[in-house]
């Protein structure tokens, strides 16, 4: 009975150990985010370096968006065409392709993408300059390493997220129209007259631009918080780049789901 009660004990003062670092984590990220949004500024004077992450996150993430947008849309195609044609509506496989992608894929799967290659590339680079102390080497020389190293990133990846979204979006479309319009046969025009007229700029383009810059700032702020926070050893740069992919995934889903909620029309 002793050893019973003590487990259970055992259990809740685990639990109340992740609950109280789970709030200290949380009130630190804040605080870290309000020191980010203030330093902001000096990223703004020195463009070059927010032109730099710019490329590093948006122009080389390029090849990975583009292959991936192509294949969805291919499949897309393929299986809307499967659904569509045996309801004789086979036509409007246009509109299925780009409604999924414009309100739905494009945000998300171009998001994963970004923080699989961006996300967990910042991180890294942050946690090593943690690791080898050049951040404290900064802070020495009377270097703000927040507006020096932190913000630019930050901005760079939230400023390319909706781009690399665009990007993904217009090459599913293509990818759609590639295998139902050139390969299965289904007509042009009605194929881009039908996404036309289904499609509207204010709703289904707008609020997936949305979607990705919200997810553009969740995830750099993950990627560049948690090579800020971690450990400076090889294994804690290593926990920290698993956290920021993992944080990153869960928080897109779910603000995904919420963003939906807030946007659905239910017409």
């Not at 109340?16 to 990223?43: E, H, M, N, P, Y």
């Not at 659904?83 to 392709?97: C, E, K, N, P, T």
């Not at 404290?136 to 390493?145: E, F, H, I, R, S």
Request: charged share 15%; aromatic share 10%.
């Amino acid at each position: 009975m002793n050893a019973f009660f003590g487990g259970i004990v055992g259990g809740l003062r685990h639990i109340g150990k992740l609950t109280i670092d789970g709030v200290w984590r949380l009130g630190f990220i804040t605080r870290f985010l309000f020191a980010l949004l203030l330093a902001s500024g000096q990223s703004v004077r020195r463009i070059h370096l927010t032109i730099r992450e710019l490329y590093f996150s948006g122009v080389l993430s390029l090849l990975i968006i583009i292959v991936s947008g192509l294949f969805v849309g291919l499949v897309l195609g393929l299986q809307g065409y499967d659904i569509l044609q045996r309801y004789g509506s086979a036509d409007a496989v246009g509109v299925m392709v780009a409604l999924s992608l414009l309100r739905e894929l494009g945000p998300v799967i171009a998001a994963l993408l970004f923080a699989s290659r961006a996300g967990s590339a910042i991180t890294a680079e942050i946690g090593l300059m943690k690791a080898t102390e050049q951040l404290k080497a900064m802070d020495m020389m009377a270097v703000n390493p927040i507006a020096r190293v932190v913000a630019p990133r930050f901005w760079g990846g939230v400023l390319s997220m909706p781009l690399l979204a665009a990007l993904f979006s217009a090459m599913g479309i293509f990818g759609g129209w590639l295998i139902t319009v050139v390969v299965i046969g289904v007509d042009d025009g009605a194929f881009w007259s039908q996404m036309q007229a289904a499609v509207e700029f204010e709703y289904d383009v707008m609020n997936g631009v949305i979607k990705s810059f919200v997810f553009g700032a969740v995830v750099s702020l993950i990627a560049v918080f948690e090579g800020y926070d971690c450990e400076p050893t090889a294994e804690g740069v290593s926990r920290a780049i698993t956290r920021t992919v993992v944080t990153s995934a869960l928080a897109i889903l779910a603000l995904d789901f919420v963003l939906t909620s807030f946007m659905f029309r239910g017409q």
